[in-house]
């Protein structure tokens, strides 16, 4: 349901039935064949509706995949809003931080070719995305309460470029996942390390 100046615009049935097909047809065709080797025809024809629903329900293949993360993304947030510490609130800042990290790559490396397909979708698809403002937001409050004086908006965007999908499929090529998870979490540990 989205919502409508203020009111709850609610979707048809047989538009949340079709939906819920293609969402269904594209994360099958997805995990067999891989992201990149499908096409949105491959997906209407799967999900048995017209190409012309698919396009103008989800746009073009990173809308798709938006469309895909979208309860995975909305998961962690409810975690970080009001899961159990750490990852949740209650615990310090640094902590919290960390925990984030390590529970956003774990979400990255399980959906690695989605999420890099949102994001670079087109010059800057990263920073416009809403989950992305949330995830700048979150890190750059801990940031300012794990460092105080710190200028916690711009660390947050740093930090956060550590977790695109392109700088966090390089490292996980060419060193290993374990490593990559060290390597990011080991910036945490630097940003909040007194200096």
Excluded: C
Excluded at 12 to 17: E, F, G, L, P
Excluded at 64 to 84: F, H, N, T, V
Excluded at 142 to 169: K, V, W, Y
């Amino acid at each position: 349901m989205e919502l409508l100046v203020g009111r709850p615009v609610r979707e048809r049935a047989d538009a949340a039935r079709n939906r819920e097909k293609v969402l269904a047809a594209a994360a099958r065709l997805f995990a067999e064949k891989g992201v990149d080797a499908v096409s949105m025809d491959a997906v209407a024809a799967e999900a048995g509706v017209g190409k012309g629903t698919l396009f103008r329900r989800f746009g073009d293949k990173s809308g798709l995949a938006a469309a895909l993360l979208d309860a995975r993304e909305r998961d962690l947030q409810e975690r970080i809003l009001s899961g159990p510490p750490p990852l949740g609130p209650g615990a310090p800042a640094a902590e919290r931080l960390t925990a984030f990290v390590a529970a956003y790559l774990d979400y990255l490396f399980s959906h690695l070719d989605l999420v890099r397909m949102s994001e670079t979708a087109s010059p800057g698809a990263r920073y416009r995305i809403g989950s992305y403002r949330f995830w700048h937001r979150h890190v750059a409050i801990l940031l300012a309460e794990a460092r105080p004086g710190g200028d916690g908006d711009a660390l947050s965007h740093a930090l956060l470029a550590a977790l695109g999908a392109e700088a966090a499929g390089v490292l996980r090529d060419e060193y290993g996942q374990a490593r990559a998870e060290q390597a990011i979490t080991a910036l945490v540990t630097a940003l909040t390390t007194a200096p």
